[in-house]
């Protein structure tokens, strides 16, 4: 995308759908949930980047046991609309993840192809346990069959931006999620 000015970066932002108060008190709560679940145990918090990478950074703060964290990053491809695809690693954890409870965050759940080819590659190495943490669920999107063990929000149809999402590398700095105004050819000038 050609370098965006902040009037258009403005205009791109038709609503905003959740603002930050909702999700620092979403956030709060499922880290004191897993704060519960996870305490005496070694827990792992696995960001997919780049997309979660705030959530994870605000996840973890509210969070009070020990913890690590770690970060991968996938490719993938799919052919057309097929289920099955290939997802490349292309960012690795450091981490031997057979020592750890390890926890997946990340920022939407969509068709779920990527996250499930992912959890798949994770699940080979034996982790003690692995669990799927999602700040967002599209569930009317679904490609495969994938569903998280904790969910955040779940949203409409929307493609959302702000908190981590991006639209062409563009707005992961919003401090909220909003909706993306789709532009028409013909309304923008
Ligand atoms: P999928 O579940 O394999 O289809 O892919 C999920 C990935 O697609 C997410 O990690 C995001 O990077 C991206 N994505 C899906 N929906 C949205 C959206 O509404 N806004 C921004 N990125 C999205
Ligand atoms: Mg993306």
């Not at 491809?77 to 954890?93: P, Q, R, W």
């Not at 999602?134 to 779940?154: G, H, I, N, Y």
Request: hydrophobic share 40%.
């Amino acid at each position: 995308m050609d370098h965006m000015t902040k009037e258009e970066m403005r205009s791109g932002i038709k609503r905003i759908r959740i603002t930050e108060e909702e999700l620092q008190a979403a956030v709060r709560k499922a880290g004191a949930q897993l704060s519960a679940e996870y305490e005496g145990k070694p827990v792992l918090f696995v960001s997919i980047l780049k997309g979660a990478f705030v959530f994870l950074a605000d996840l973890v703060r509210a969070v009070d046991i020990p913890c690590e964290i770690g970060f991968m990053q996938a490719q993938s491809y799919f052919d057309g609309t097929e289920s099955k695809g290939e997802v490349e690693i292309i960012l690795d954890l450091a981490q031997d993840i057979s020592k750890y409870h390890v926890v997946l965050v990340e920022d939407i759940i969509d068709t779920g192809r990527t996250l499930k080819l992912v959890a798949e590659k994770l699940r080979e190495r034996h982790p003690l346990s692995l669990k799927i943490v999602t700040l967002l669920d599209k569930p009317s999107r679904r490609k495969v069959e994938l569903e998280a063990d904790m969910s955040l929000f779940t949203i409409d149809d929307w493609f959302v931006i702000g908190y981590g999402l991006d639209l062409g590398e563009y707005y992961r700095n919003l401090p909220y999620i909003a909706e993306y105004r789709i532009f028409d050819e013909n309304e923008k000038n």
